[in-house]
């Protein structure tokens, strides 16, 4: 005989939610705002033609993650960001009609502000979200960057420092910057995260600071470092190659490559392009108010 008190059997929902939710996902009521790549403008303008090749190709990596996505890229300044933004008018059934992707890896006023004055003369609800970093994903980046060189192994040292003397293997790391002080910030949690990948001493430091410099490398040559590597976190327009060069020269180290456009920072930008979108479509929870009183011989509604 069946339990009639049995309760039904609970549905299983059709997406997860909460940490088991991918991280890719997006709540579906905005709709799909134009996702708009803003890369770093060289402060060379003979760079320029570098800059729109890797905005091209961080656009065709991230629309790998996003293919249902509009995706549009232009450099950092107000006017080709604003000509990225055109023809974007305000509707009334989607009134979000895009979302930005400052495509540095830590806080930069100059990219800010030219992001701010595009948004601005767009005439239209636009969305700007936070830069790639600090994220976990860019210290794994850096490590192939440096692995690729031959600096640092390719696997995990889990803490363990396996590096010989006298190899070209790297004993300490200056993770490059470029943005202000709260760029040093941001890559200071890259550092840390490095560090514990590599274990050897990586810190952070400013590339536009002799001083944050000195003071880098003076700590490493306490920490009796012999063979420093300057790892930028950077995409790579933002800061010139030679000066990155003459860098290493002075302080005696060598440089690897910039992240450059990569599978990782292309997921880590649709990352921030959900996070807005969920942001936006989270519903307001209800109130005691709104839910309706049970039912059944159990709960019976009060007279």
Known sequence: ???????????????RS???RNPLSFDSWVGTPTLVLAVPA????????????IGAQMADLVRSYRPEVAIRHGRARRAELAEALSGL???????????VVPMVTGPHQAVFEAIEGAVADAGADVRVTEALGPHPMLAETLHLRLAEAGFVR?????????????TQMTDGVVVGAVG??????????TAVLLAARLGITVLPADLEDRASMDDAFHQLSTAGCARPVIAPSLVGPEFPAARLEQLAQHYGARTSAPLGAGSTLAKIAALRYAEVLNS???????????IPA?????????N
Do not use: F, W
Not at 154 to 166: E, H
Not at 180 to 189: I, M, Q, R, S, W
Not at 280 to 290: C, F, I, R, S, V
Not at 294 to 302: A, D, I, N, T, Y
């Open 180 to 189: 202000g002080p709260e760029a040093v910030n941001a890559a200071g949690v």
């Open 89 to 99: 008018e305000q509707r009334d059934d989607h009134p979000v009609r895009a979302v």
């Open 280 to 290: 936006l479509g989270a519903e307001t929870p209800p109130t005691a108010e709104d």
């Open 18 to 20: 909460g940490r088991h």
């Open 154 to 166: 390719a696997d995990r040292m889990r803490l363990i420092s396996v590096v010989a003397p006298g």
């Open 42 to 53: 060289a402060a060379d303008p003979e760079a320029d033609a570098a800059d729109t090749d």
């Open 294 to 302: 049970p039912v059944g011989s159990r709960h019976r509604r009060e």
């Open 1 to 15: 005989m069946q339990n009639s008190d049995r309760l039904p059997p609970r549905d299983l929902p059709r997406r």
